[in-house]
């Protein structure tokens, strides 16, 4: 379609919002059930065609479907063409993921010029010498000269295109909608708003959907792989060695862990279930905590002796407990009798 642009009175190479203003305009305006010419509906389509290859040109293989406003109207019989879908990133916090929440989202959008009041001409201070005509109030065509169009004959213009919408009479504008989020979205997830996308060239078509892909932001505490939720807790060595219930910091709230008696090295303990939610009855996933022991520090003398005691009662069954250093003094210390096992 060699004069796809010409139709929509567009420039090759224009960006697709362009495309999309122009074709809004002339839509208005040669849709059938506003314009009772009988050549209206052949114009519509023609437009609606030429709006088409130019977006599918232009995308490069990608989704035009879901961009383009839905089909043209024949003889009534077919429904308005819905508008386009609108895709935005919208990013949350895993509290705000975890717990579900109601974002404020920024949404541009075109209105009526307020330079303008959308005809897309502005009212010149002074008037200006007509440049189609030079001042003449006429221009020479084939047969003779005939009057100026652009002044209408008089040699001077009183109006100008617009200089702020560029002559379409629209602009961009801004509103700010309250979406509520449910629990459990993921990065990469979409979220859905009804009818909170692009108006319908068709004053009675539907509008189209708000699409909001999500993004979840990184956390100081918390990891994402999947639905498990990951995170490191320092915990007192001694607690481990001993076995016993720790805090879990978790989104709006909190969780009693137990860790069993055992060596103080560093461990994973897991509880399935417990982890990110997941809706529509899906189990949740996993909480999984890196556990990390702590050596005590700046003891006092009282704690020392507290040690000591406990290294001694210990330290009769050096075999048991400290296999590493009956190991070593059964070694490097032979003659030396602990009688401890």
């Known amino acids: 379609m060699n004069d796809a642009y010409t139709l929509l009175g567009l420039n090759p ?14 839509a208005m305006q040669w849709h059938p059930d506003r314009n009772p010419d009988p050549a209206a509906l052949e114009r519509f389509r023609s437009l609606r065609a030429a709006y088409e ?15 383009a406003p839905g089909p043209g109207p024949s003889a009534g019989t ?18 705000e993921a975890w717990l579900g929440c109601e974002k404020s989202v920024r949404i541009g959008h075109e209105a009526e010029c307020g330079t303008c009041s959308g005809t ?35 040699g001077y213009s009183t109006r100008r295109t617009c200089t702020a919408c560029e ?22 997830d979409e979220l859905r708003v009804a009818g ?41 060595a001694l607690r481990m060695l001993a076995g016993g ?13 137990h860790v069993e008696a ?34 005590p520090e700046a003891c006092d003398k009282d704690q020392q002796r507290l040690f000591d005691e406990l290294d001694a009662a210990l330290s009769r069954r050096t075999k048991r407990h400290f296999p590493e250093v009956a190991d070593w003094e059964s070694q490097w210390l032979p003659g030396r009798r602990s009688g401890r096992h």
């Open 53 to 67: 290859y130019l977006l599918a040109d232009g995308d490069n293989g990608s989704d035009v479907d879901a961009d």
């Open 262 to 295: 055992g060596n103080a090295t560093p461990r994973e303990v897991r509880v399935e279930g417990a982890g990110f939610p997941a809706g529509r009855g899906q189990p949740a996933g996993a909480l999984v905590v890196e556990v990390l022991p702590v050596w």
């Open 120 to 154: 897309g001409q502005e009212v010149l201070a002074h008037t200006r010498l007509c440049t189609a005509c030079h001042g003449s109030g006429r221009v020479r065509v084939a047969g003779g000269l005939h009057r100026c169009e652009t002044c209408a004959g008089r």
């Open 196 to 236: 909170a996308g692009e108006p319908s060239p068709d004053p009675k078509g539907p509008n189209g959907d708000l699409r909001l892909r999500i993004s979840i932001a990184t956390h100081d505490l918390y990891r994402l792989e999947g639905r498990d939720l990951k995170l490191s807790r320092p915990v007192s």
């Open 13 to 26: 190479g224009v960006a697709q919002k362009d495309i999309k203003r122009a074709f809004r305009r002339l």
């Open 167 to 188: 002559g379409s009479g629209r602009a961009e504008a801004w509103r700010t909608l309250a979406v509520k989020v449910p629990p459990g979205l993921l990065s990469g």
């Open 78 to 95: 077919e429904s308005p063409p819905r508008g386009a879908d609108r895709r935005q990133d919208l990013s949350l916090t895993i509290e």
């Open 245 to 257: 219930d720790i805090a879990i910091p978790l989104p709006g709230g909190s969780l009693n862990l």
